[in-house]
């Protein structure tokens, strides 16, 4: 029984710098991160607005603030055309100086494989290399009669090539047709599509043996003669195939044309020999030591269903010909329902096949061949997403400020997981114009920036730097309205240094060791296949990947009861699809797996999806799914053993786990009791025996967290990304189930590193339970009524009510709309959330547009108010209490103990006068003085309410005598910052302060008596550009673009060539985001500051 005790306090004399820890390869790998773990970015050269002096500038930038990579792009988006044409000499020529000024200055380079964003293409692509569609048309003919024309198919681009002339009976009822052909045949894309046979008339069927090849009698000039057999109607088609007219985009007009072949291995081949081989040529030497790689951007080309050699390739995959099976392409039935949906779902996984094998893992070869590697965002098209991005260097997602897009990094990290690649990209923080404009911060960004880090990503490519072709133009050139302006022109550059470092250091951590997840889930069989989020088994505590076939057929097997991979991969489960169709290779995998011991969850296979193997396959399927499964039905029976492992149905995967007595990797709970449960992100990584965690406050509120972790007998150490600093952790304990939970503090939007090294020991309490605890305010009473997830035109949606119903239950306020969490109702359609709901029984009815936030009930606030911090020393836990009262404290061992701080001193506001330095040249005055602290927004004067840029902040304030002793711990609280601050206490320097809280230990800076403080702080563009819209324009534009380039302003020139007629304007850019009756946010230093003055103790 544990004793309770007045612990005896004393007032520390002095205080161990530094823990025991000593510095390891993985710390210095840390602090002082290698250039590999440096974020990258996409930099957009815009439609031919490229300068030498703008090249050196950016990359000198990118240098400058940490960066250690950036990707070439060359896109229009409605900007004026410049001078330099796409793939000319001169462009290869910047391109090459590109290379040698990044090589100069340290920054690997990256080019997208063609100008625009997607995919692959260019104007020496021709019609017969590139994408091709499938184009039919059908003529009646009366039985015994001659035909002597058949109408060509329709053509885009005036290309058309025939494939067959096939005949067939018209059946008895010709107007039934497949259900959802369009996106079956691959005219339209969908993933997951299963061969379920629809309900449809027998006498709508066509014999497979009454369909006759009579192409031979269509003649080279496109006449025909043939007389159908007597009785009854025939049906010819006549089927060719065609372009589907995709070209690349958005691109310069000297860089676009037609989309390759992706079937098309000569295609492909031809497109390399025209645009990237002669660039790397030209590069020499730096193409593959400085400019090392070629990217292929997310797909957004649309479908594409036939290649020349479809037929043969078809054969040779499938072991059939496809040839008579053609019809069903138009929605007819050949032979049964049955026979042509596995016809379909045959002929949809020879194209994904053919993406992969033609395009994707072709582009690969020759990016190897060349000495380079390949990067790739491998979804949204018609093929198996985890196969195309198997042979990739480094396969990338990508995530939108506003939430959406995460499920695309998921896939991104699950195949970079099980097919052991490093680096796992994401195209980060692009954005909606609603979003994006100049309003981004460090500070802003870093609650999604986190959130994906904990899906797997360990290596950010900005979206997005804009080349700046101009000195001294401010904010400059634009990507049109799209992403994060992430420029040298930034107001919070120089300053952003610091959040880069962040970065840097997350990313170290992140890049190396092994991922630790529990469950692989199959994605299944079928193409088009993408990718599923299960955020029910993340908030349970256990983490997954996802996996394709060839992974699990060809790369898996079972070790000590675990499924493992080459990639040092393992995993304690695997998830099948919904699905009753497997091939017999899969279903003679799985049952090979579970046999040697592997825990399954999936239903019993009953049959193929293929026609491969005919009748005889689905049998083979059929009997073993009768072997493996036995009796599980998944209702009154729900696990079978087989072998030495167990397949399970009707059992979600958590309960399987529980079954397995398999406890959750991360547990999370509030320090105290009442309020709000915390919404904790987290990725958990082991590093040469090392378990290291990344934990993430997704929530903008303070929070004390009590988190569990499924490590036992080593010592939690806290590692800080932001300043390179680690510590043992000072309140922890060991349970009786052998995991280890650790308290601590979590700021708005805060992270830490949790690492487990060394052995159980060090001084360290179990909690700290400080005077007046209590929980943060709680959530609401809320009712979701009804929420949909739909096209704003109307084009159709989802009903969602049980998804949000289910987050708003777990206490969350903020629902993400987007397709990661509902799906895609309406591929291609601007969607938008709309939820009815009640709140404390008021009715409410509010939406949000796709990639925005829809808030329920602010799910923010003031959070758990700060009271105390507590370090572990040599000598033993110190606590910093910051109010007064009596903490109750649990050693380490479970006694009890009461520690009492009499008295704190009062915090001391830092009241004034300010005097405000102001950055030059931004319409502001030199310097105003402050009595009081505002917003600048708030001022009367015109340069300081439309002021953008840095402004110094400098007062002074006095600490009674005794306060800068060795008792106290004395912090600096600046309150509220828009948008990022440095500071200097006497003259010395704290860093850059990006985030909330804006605040610090100062206690070795400070001294009794006056004390100086400045503090810099920077703001974002859209003040100064609200202001200049109150004066005339001095360009024209259409609308919200720029029209063309202003005659004082040239394309070409790297700077205005005479003075701009408005001279009150001090900004330039090529994009109006913000209008004169745009609402101005706020800016400056807000406070209140205070020094806060907490009493060292030491609990002996």
């Given at each position: 029984?544990?004793?309770a005790a007045i612990f005896s306090v004393s007032i520390l004399v002095s205080l161990a710098a530094a823990t025991a820890l000593g510095q390891s390869a993985l710390e210095k790998s840390f602090r002082d991160p290698p250039r590999e773990a440096r974020p990258h970015t996409w930099w957009h050269w815009m439609n031919g607005n490229v300068t030498r002096a703008g090249i050196t500038a950016d990359l000198e930038a990118m240098k400058q603030i940490g960066l250690g990579g950036a990707q070439i792009f060359n896109v229009s988006e409605g900007i004026p055309e410049g001078l330099i044409?796409?793939?000319?000499?001169?462009?290869?020529?910047?391109?090459?100086?590109?290379?040698?000024?990044?090589?100069?200055?340290?920054?690997?380079?990256?080019?997208?494989?063609?100008?625009?964003?997607?995919?692959?293409?260019?104007?020496?692509?021709?019609?017969?290399?590139?994408?091709?569609?499938?184009?039919?048309?059908?003529?009646?003919?009366?039985?015994?009669?001659?035909?002597?024309?058949?109408?060509?198919?329709?053509?885009?681009?005036?290309?058309?090539?025939?494939?067959?002339?096939?005949?067939?009976?018209?059946?008895?009822?010709?107007?039934?047709?497949?259900?959802?052909?369009?996106?079956?045949?691959?005219?339209?894309?969908?993933?997951?599509?299963?061969?379920?046979?629809?309900?449809?008339?027998?006498?709508?069927?066509?014999?497979?043996?009454?369909?006759?090849?009579?192409?031979?009698?269509?003649?080279?000039?496109?006449?025909?003669?043939?007389?159908?057999?007597?009785?009854?109607?025939?049906?010819?088609?006549?089927?060719?195939?065609?372009?589907?007219?995709?070209?690349?985009?958005?691109?310069?007009?000297?860089?676009?044309?037609?989309?390759?072949?992706?079937?098309?291995?000569?295609?492909?081949?031809?497109?390399?020999?025209?645009?990237?081989?002669?660039?790397?040529?030209?590069?020499?030497?730096?193409?593959?030591?400085?400019?090392?790689?070629?990217?292929?951007?997310?797909?957004?080309?649309?479908?594409?269903?036939?290649?020349?050699?479809?037929?043969?390739?078809?054969?040779?995959?499938?072991?059939?010909?496809?040839?008579?099976?053609?019809?069903?392409?138009?929605?007819?039935?050949?032979?049964?329902?049955?026979?042509?949906?596995?016809?379909?779902?045959?002929?949809?996984?020879?194209?994904?096949?053919?993406?992969?094998?033609?395009?994707?893992?072709?582009?690969?070869?020759?990016?190897?061949?060349?000495?380079?590697?390949?990067s790739v965002e491998p979804y949204d098209g018609p093929f198996e997403c985890q196969q195309v991005g198997r042979d990739a260097d480094i396969v990338m997602g990508e995530f939108w400020v506003g939430g959406g897009m995460p499920g695309s990094c998921k896939l991104a990290s699950s195949v970079g997981h099980v097919y052991g690649k490093k680096f796992i990209g994401a195209e980060a923080f692009t954005a909606f114009p609603t979003l994006g404009k100049w309003l981004n911060t460090p500070r802003s960004l870093k609650g999604i920036g986190d959130l994906m880090y904990t899906s797997g990503i360990n290596r950010y490519i900005m979206h997005r730097y804009a080349h700046q072709p101009w000195a001294d133009v401010n904010p400059g050139m634009t990507m049109g309205q799209w992403g994060t302006h992430f420029e040298r022109t930034t107001t919070w550059w120089e300053p952003g240094a610091a959040w880069i470092m962040y970065l840097s250091r997350c990313q170290s951590l992140l890049?190396?060791?092994?991922?630790?997840?529990?469950?692989?889930?199959?994605?299944?069989?079928?193409?088009?296949?993408?990718?599923?989020?299960?955020?029910?088994?993340?908030?349970?505590?256990?983490?997954?990947?996802?996996?394709?076939?060839?992974?699990?057929?060809?790369?898996?097997?079972?070790?000590?009861?675990?499924?493992?991979?080459?990639?040092?991969?393992?995993?304690?489960?695997?998830?099948?699809?919904?699905?009753?169709?497997?091939?017999?290779?899969?279903?003679?995998?799985?049952?090979?797996?579970?046999?040697?011991?592997?825990?399954?969850?999936?239903?019993?296979?009953?049959?193929?999806?293929?026609?491969?193997?005919?009748?005889?396959?689905?049998?083979?399927?059929?009997?073993?799914?009768?072997?493996?499964?036995?009796?599980?039905?998944?209702?009154?029976?729900?696990?079978?053993?087989?072998?030495?492992?167990?397949?399970?149905?009707?059992?979600?995967?958590?309960?399987?786990?529980?079954?397995?007595?398999?406890?959750?990797?991360?547990?999370?709970?509030?320090?105290?009791?009442?309020?709000?449960?915390?919404?904790?992100?987290?990725?958990?990584?082991?590093?040469?025996?090392?378990?290291?965690?990344?934990?993430?406050?997704?929530?903008?509120?303070?929070?004390?967290?009590?988190?569990?972790?499924?490590?036992?007998?080593?010592?939690?150490?806290?590692?800080?990304?932001?300043?390179?600093?680690?510590?043992?952790?000072?309140?922890?304990?060991?349970?009786?189930?052998?995991?280890?939970?650790?308290?601590?503090?979590?700021?708005?939007?805060?992270?830490?590193?949790?690492?487990?090294?060394?052995?159980?020991?060090?001084?360290?309490?179990?909690?700290?339970?400080?005077?007046?605890?209590?929980?943060?305010?709680?959530?609401?009473?809320?009712?979701?009524?009804?929420?949909?997830?739909?096209?704003?035109?109307?084009?159709?949606?989802?009903?969602?009510?049980?998804?949000?119903?289910?987050?708003?239950?777990?206490?969350?306020?903020?629902?993400?709309?987007?397709?990661?969490?509902?799906?895609?109702?309406?591929?291609?359609?601007?969607?938008?959330?709309?939820?009815?709901?009640?709140?404390?029984?008021?009715?409410?009815?509010?939406?949000?547009?796709?990639?925005?936030?829809?808030?329920?009930?602010?799910?923010?606030?003031?959070?758990?108010?700060?009271?105390?911090?507590?370090?572990?020393?040599?000598?033993?836990?110190?606590?910093?209490?910051?109010?007064?009262?009596?903490?109750?404290?649990?050693?380490?061992?479970?006694?009890?103990?009461?520690?009492?701080?009499?008295?704190?001193?009062?915090?001391?506001?830092?009241?004034?006068?300010?005097?405000?330095?102001?950055?030059?040249?931004?319409?502001?005055?030199?310097?105003?003085?402050?009595?009081?602290?505002?917003?600048?927004?708030?001022?009367?004067?015109?340069?300081?309410?439309?002021?953008?840029?840095?402004?110094?902040?400098?007062?002074?304030?006095?600490?009674?005598?005794?306060?800068?002793?060795?008792?106290?711990?004395?912090?600096?609280?600046?309150?509220?910052?828009?948008?990022?601050?440095?500071?200097?206490?006497?003259?010395?320097?704290?860093?850059?302060?990006?985030?909330?809280?804006?605040?610090?230990?100062?206690?070795?800076?400070?001294?009794?008596?006056?004390?100086?403080?400045?503090?810099?702080?920077?703001?974002?563009?859209?003040?100064?550009?609200?202001?200049?819209?109150?004066?005339?324009?001095?360009?024209?534009?259409?609308?919200?673009?720029?029209?063309?380039?202003?005659?004082?302003?040239?394309?070409?020139?790297?700077?205005?060539?005479?003075?701009?007629?408005?001279?009150?304007?001090?900004?330039?850019?090529?994009?109006?985001?913000?209008?004169?009756?745009?609402?101005?946010?706020?800016?400056?230093?807000?406070?209140?500051?205070?020094?806060?003055?907490?009493?060292?103790?030491?609990?002996?």
């Amino acid at each position: 029984m544990s004793r309770a005790a007045i612990f005896s306090v004393s007032i520390l004399v002095s205080l161990a710098a530094a823990t025991a820890l000593g510095q390891s390869a993985l710390e210095k790998s840390f602090r002082d991160p290698p250039r590999e773990a440096r974020p990258h970015t996409w930099w957009h050269w815009m439609n031919g607005n490229v300068t030498r002096a703008g090249i050196t500038a950016d990359l000198e930038a990118m240098k400058q603030i940490g960066l250690g990579g950036a990707q070439i792009f060359n896109v229009s988006e409605g900007i004026p055309e410049g001078l330099i044409q796409y793939n000319s000499d001169e462009w290869r020529g910047l391109v090459k100086f590109a290379a040698e000024e990044a090589k100069r200055v340290g920054i690997e380079l990256c080019v997208h494989n063609c100008a625009g964003w997607s995919s692959s293409g260019g104007p020496w692509v021709t019609p017969e290399h590139a994408m091709q569609r499938l184009t039919i048309s059908e003529t009646r003919i009366a039985g015994g009669t001659k035909a002597g024309s058949l109408a060509q198919p329709a053509s885009v681009g005036g290309y058309y090539r025939d494939i067959a002339v096939l005949a067939f009976p018209t059946p008895k009822d010709d107007k039934a047709r497949i259900d959802n052909i369009g996106a079956k045949a691959l005219f339209d894309s969908q993933y997951g599509l299963q061969p379920v046979a629809g309900a449809l008339p027998r006498d709508a069927a066509i014999g497979f043996g009454s369909i006759v090849d009579i192409t031979s009698h269509l003649r080279a000039d496109g006449s025909f003669a043939w007389e159908a057999p007597p009785g009854g109607e025939w049906t010819v088609l006549r089927i060719g195939h065609t372009l589907t007219g995709a070209m690349n985009a958005p691109s310069p007009t000297s860089g676009r044309g037609l989309e390759v072949d992706k079937m098309s291995r000569e295609a492909l081949d031809a497109f390399w020999a025209g645009g990237m081989q002669p660039l790397l040529k030209s590069l020499g030497p730096l193409a593959g030591s400085v400019l090392n790689n070629s990217l292929v951007d997310s797909y957004e080309m649309g479908p594409q269903n036939w290649t020349p050699r479809f037929r043969e390739e078809f054969r040779a995959r499938r072991g059939y010909d496809p040839l008579l099976y053609l019809p069903v392409v138009t929605g007819r039935i050949v032979g049964s329902p049955a026979e042509s949906e596995r016809f379909l779902w045959d002929f949809r996984r020879t194209i994904g096949d053919l993406f992969t094998d033609n395009y994707y893992t072709r582009f690969s070869e020759l990016c190897k061949g060349a000495g380079i590697m390949m990067s790739v965002e491998p979804y949204d098209g018609p093929f198996e997403c985890q196969q195309v991005g198997r042979d990739a260097d480094i396969v990338m997602g990508e995530f939108w400020v506003g939430g959406g897009m995460p499920g695309s990094c998921k896939l991104a990290s699950s195949v970079g997981h099980v097919y052991g690649k490093k680096f796992i990209g994401a195209e980060a923080f692009t954005a909606f114009p609603t979003l994006g404009k100049w309003l981004n911060t460090p500070r802003s960004l870093k609650g999604i920036g986190d959130l994906m880090y904990t899906s797997g990503i360990n290596r950010y490519i900005m979206h997005r730097y804009a080349h700046q072709p101009w000195a001294d133009v401010n904010p400059g050139m634009t990507m049109g309205q799209w992403g994060t302006h992430f420029e040298r022109t930034t107001t919070w550059w120089e300053p952003g240094a610091a959040w880069i470092m962040y970065l840097s250091r997350c990313q170290s951590l992140l890049q190396q060791g092994t991922f630790v997840g529990d469950v692989v889930y199959f994605i299944g069989e079928s193409s088009p296949n993408g990718y599923a989020m299960h955020d029910e088994l993340k908030h349970a505590g256990f983490d997954y990947d996802m996996c394709g076939t060839d992974v699990l057929i060809d790369r898996m097997g079972v070790k000590n009861g675990r499924l493992v991979l080459p990639s040092g991969m393992s995993y304690r489960l695997l998830v099948l699809p919904d699905t009753p169709f497997m091939t017999p290779k899969l279903a003679a995998k799985v049952r090979d797996l579970v046999k040697a011991g592997a825990n399954v969850i999936g239903p019993r296979p009953l049959a193929s999806p293929s026609n491969a193997g005919d009748d005889g396959a689905s049998l083979e399927v059929a009997a073993i799914g009768s072997d493996v499964w036995g009796d599980c039905d998944g209702a009154g029976v729900k696990r079978h053993a087989y072998g030495r492992g167990v397949v399970y149905s009707g059992q979600s995967p958590m309960e399987v786990l529980a079954a397995m007595s398999v406890a959750p990797d991360v547990s999370c709970a509030a320090a105290r009791e009442g309020g709000l449960k915390p919404k904790i992100a987290w990725i958990h990584r082991n590093i040469d025996g090392a378990d290291v965690y990344f934990v993430s406050n997704q929530r903008a509120r303070a929070e004390e967290v009590k988190l569990t972790f499924r490590v036992s007998d080593r010592t939690p150490e806290l590692w800080h990304a932001e300043t390179g600093e680690t510590e043992a952790a000072p309140v922890w304990s060991l349970g009786t189930d052998g995991r280890t939970s650790v308290s601590l503090r979590l700021e708005s939007w805060g992270s830490a590193f949790v690492v487990f090294r060394e052995e159980s020991g060090g001084a360290h309490v179990a909690s700290i339970t400080p005077p007046g605890a209590q929980g943060a305010p709680g959530a609401p009473k809320v009712v979701v009524n009804k929420a949909m997830y739909e096209a704003i035109d109307g084009a159709g949606g989802v009903d969602v009510t049980k998804i949000v119903a289910s987050m708003v239950d777990s206490g969350e306020g903020e629902i993400p709309a987007n397709n990661g969490l509902f799906g895609d109702p309406t591929y291609n359609h601007r969607k938008r959330l709309r939820v009815e709901y009640t709140i404390d029984g008021k009715e409410m009815n509010k939406s949000a547009d796709e990639n925005a936030t829809l808030v329920i009930f602010d799910s923010g606030g003031p959070g758990m108010p700060f009271t105390h911090r507590a370090m572990a020393r040599r000598s033993g836990v110190e606590l910093q209490a910051f109010r007064a009262g009596v903490y109750g404290v649990t050693r380490a061992d479970g006694q009890a103990a009461r520690v009492e701080v009499k008295s704190v001193p009062t915090p001391i506001e830092v009241v004034g006068p300010w005097s405000v330095k102001f950055q030059k040249d931004r319409g502001a005055p030199g310097s105003i003085s402050m009595g009081k602290l505002a917003s600048l927004s708030e001022s009367n004067v015109d340069g300081v309410r439309y002021f953008s840029g840095a402004a110094d902040y400098e007062a002074t304030f006095t600490l009674p005598a005794g306060t800068a002793g060795r008792d106290h711990a004395v912090r600096l609280s600046l309150g509220g910052v828009r948008d990022i601050a440095e500071v200097w206490v006497n003259g010395k320097s704290l860093g850059v302060w990006w985030r909330d809280p804006f605040e610090g230990d100062v206690s070795s800076l400070v001294k009794d008596g006056s004390n100086t403080l400045r503090v810099r702080v920077t703001n974002t563009w859209v003040n100064r550009l609200v202001g200049d819209e109150q004066l005339p324009d001095d360009c024209e534009w259409n609308g919200i673009t720029i029209k063309s380039w202003p005659d004082w302003f040239k394309a070409g020139s790297a700077a205005p060539l005479r003075e701009r007629p408005e001279k009150g304007r001090f900004t330039f850019t090529t994009w109006k985001h913000w209008h004169k009756d745009s609402a101005l946010p706020e800016s400056g230093l807000l406070g209140p500051v205070k020094i806060l003055v907490g009493t060292r103790v030491k609990v002996e």
